[in-house]
């Protein structure tokens, strides 16, 4: 079973930059969709992005919460196994558990993700 790992996350003042990676190991991720998810203290875990498979219909597609568009982008290179959310303009209310997950091409609510990585804190503060 593909297992999945988040790195890049760190503490940054609000308005810089973080780039977060996950890399897959025991499988390959480029049949599926990749997103990525937050959750904040006392909140439930939400979708911030996802990009869809290499699949046909759905290439590469991308989607974008409210909150974070403009700012951050998905971006996938299959050759290396690896999905990015390279995030700009970070606010306070970015600060979050942020966590990749895999699923079917088009999902976004955390229960349609089959697969998750351990979560990387990403804590933006003045």
């Known amino acids: 079973q593909v297992q999945l790992v988040e790195s890049g996350g760190g503490l940054v003042e609000p308005g810089g930059s973080l780039t977060l990676s996950c890399t897959a190991s025991?499988?390959?991720?480029?049949?599926?969709?990749i997103g990525w998810l937050r959750q904040a203290p006392g909140k439930e875990r939400e979708g911030v992005s996802r990009i869809n498979s290499r699949g046909t219909n759905t290439r590469g597609s991308t989607l974008y919460a409210d909150s974070v568009k403009g700012r951050f982008t998905i971006s996938r290179d299959n050759a290396k196994n690896t999905v990015y959310l390279q995030m700009n303009s970070l606010k306070p209310e970015d600060t979050a558990v942020y966590y990749c997950?895999?699923?079917?091409?088009?999902?976004?609510?955390?229960?349609?993700?089959?697969?998750w990585g351990q979560g990387t804190q990403v804590t933006v503060s003045s």
């Open positions: 025991g499988g390959t991720l480029d049949y599926y969709a």
């Open positions: 997950a895999r699923g079917l091409d088009n999902s976004w609510l955390p229960h349609e993700y089959d697969s």
